[in-house]
């Protein structure tokens, strides 16, 4: 057998000397150790010389130890699960530095590099840039404590510049929380617009006065939506009078107003129940000189505070009488007074929202006695329904005054089929 040691001419940088070369019965591969001058080859077949790896040449080892179907006969499974895992973690990585740029944090820091080096104008408008210690003093004024939905409300917003020098291109926005406005919740204002802002000398002062709108309603989701308070400030961007100067910011004090309450109550007459059993007693429609019966139904509708010292009154016509027979939730009773024949029915407490909680409501019954000039014509059952109470989040008092009547056209009733027109005998 021929000599298999053997120099071999690589180019110059490359040289390399083969110490020894003997064959292996145990592998194909052609494995290397790296001497400082010399390479050493350990050769089964055919001497492979070539650029050294130290990544592809263990990926070999590993894919004919475990993926080969030749060594292992799970070998393509083995590789499904490795990359499976590799999938997995490389998803974890993007998705916890996804979750890192998206902390407010994050975000905060990078809306101060923008400001820190003068690029104020794409600067998030809703986000919270933490202000730098300035003498521009804001403030956001309005008349009204609390705040009723679906309203127009003035503001005044006030700006005094304490600084010992001259603020140039000032720029002021007017801040409102806008899941509760009807409209843009930010209002801007810059030199454009009022020229005053382009310089506002030390000590100068000045006014701009606007009005928003009010959403008409408020979502709510759960018993525990309520509460709501209207959040408002101002904030600021000016340069003092120094070329190339970097755009300092201000805020004022956040301005919170209560929103009010949305009650009323719902007041109906049946002769039947909804399951069609009657209730009431005697002629259908009602005659002239023939007592009929109705039951009159209260319920109470509160959206977004709670209510104390609640009181639900109504009055009865002349012909018409009470019965004393009545139902009343919460414990609450129903007093008459004979003399006024006024009914009255005091609630202590009613919780928020009401759509989420259980119902509200009294029912009562009356006794109408139609008279020869109510002939042709729905006969009135009750008057001037009205509720008091207080607000228990705004302390207002509330004062509503139902605008219709309850007749005997019995509009809830769907098994009363007449019109509910009073009939001569």
């Known amino acids: 057998m021929p000599d298999q040691t053997s120099l071999i001419e690589l180019p110059d940088e490359t040289k390399a000397e083969i110490i020894e070369a003997k064959p292996r019965e145990s592998d194909d591969q052609t494995a290397v150790t790296i001497y400082p001058d010399q390479l050493k080859v350990k050769k089964s077949g055919n001497v492979i010389i070539g650029t050294l790896n130290v990544f592809i040449s263990p990926a070999r080892k590993r894919w004919h130890k475990h993926y080969s179907p030749q060594k292992n006969k799970y070998g393509y499974w083995h590789l499904i699960v490795d990359l499976l895992l590799a999938i997995t973690i490389i998803f974890l990585i993007v998705f916890n530095l996804l979750l890192l740029l998206s902390s407010p944090k994050t975000r905060n820091d990078f809306s101060n590099s923008f400001i820190s080096h003068g690029n104020y104008q794409e600067a998030s408008t809703t986000e919270t840039v933490p202000a730098a210690k300035t003498n521009l003093i804001l403030s956001l004024v309005s008349s009204e404590k609390n705040i009723d939905l679906g309203q127009f409300y003035s503001y005044v917003l006030k700006y005094e510049n304490r600084e010992n020098f001259i603020l140039k291109d000032l720029r002021l926005k007017a801040i409102f929380d806008e899941r509760m406005i009807d409209g843009e919740s930010v209002i801007t204002w810059n030199k454009e617009q009022l020229p005053q802002l382009a310089s506002v000398d030390p000590g100068q002062t000045g006014e701009i006065k606007f009005s928003?709108?009010?959403?008409?309603?408020?979502?709510?989701?759960?018993?525990?939506?309520?509460?709501?308070?209207?959040?408002?400030?101002?904030?600021?961007?000016?340069?003092?009078?120094?070329?190339?100067?970097?755009?300092?910011?201000?805020?004022?004090?956040?301005?919170?107003?209560?929103?009010?309450?949305?009650?009323?109550?719902?007041?109906?007459?049946?002769?039947?129940?909804?399951?069609?059993?009657?209730?009431?007693?005697?002629?259908?429609?009602?005659?002239?000189?023939?007592?009929?019966?109705?039951?009159?139904?209260?319920?109470?509708?509160?959206?977004?505070?709670?209510?104390?010292?609640?009181t639900i009154s109504a009055q009865l016509p002349t012909n018409v009488s009470w019965t004393n027979r009545f139902s009343a939730a919460n414990g609450s009773a129903i007093i008459y007074d004979p003399a006024n024949k006024k009914i009255n029915w005091n609630i202590d407490k009613v919780y928020a929202p009401s759509n989420f909680l259980p119902s509200v409501g009294a029912a009562f019954e009356i006794e109408i006695i139609p008279t020869e000039e109510q002939i042709g014509q729905p006969a009135s059952l009750l008057e001037n329904i009205s509720l008091a109470a207080s607000d228990d989040f705004t302390s207002e008092l509330i004062d509503i005054v139902t605008p219709y009547s309850i007749t005997t056209a019995l509009s809830r009733d769907e098994f009363e089929k007449s019109d509910g027109k009073v009939q001569a005998k």
């Open 212 to 310: 928003i709108k009010t959403k008409k309603s408020l979502p709510q989701s759960s018993a525990h939506d309520k509460n709501f308070v209207l959040s408002s400030h101002v904030e600021a961007f000016y340069r003092n009078n120094e070329r190339n100067s970097s755009p300092i910011f201000s805020t004022g004090q956040p301005l919170n107003q209560r929103i009010s309450t949305e009650s009323k109550v719902v007041a109906f007459a049946r002769y039947y129940t909804e399951e069609s059993d009657q209730l009431g007693f005697g002629p259908l429609p009602p005659q002239v000189g023939q007592p009929t019966r109705y039951w009159i139904f209260l319920n109470l509708e509160n959206k977004y505070n709670d209510l104390n010292n609640l």
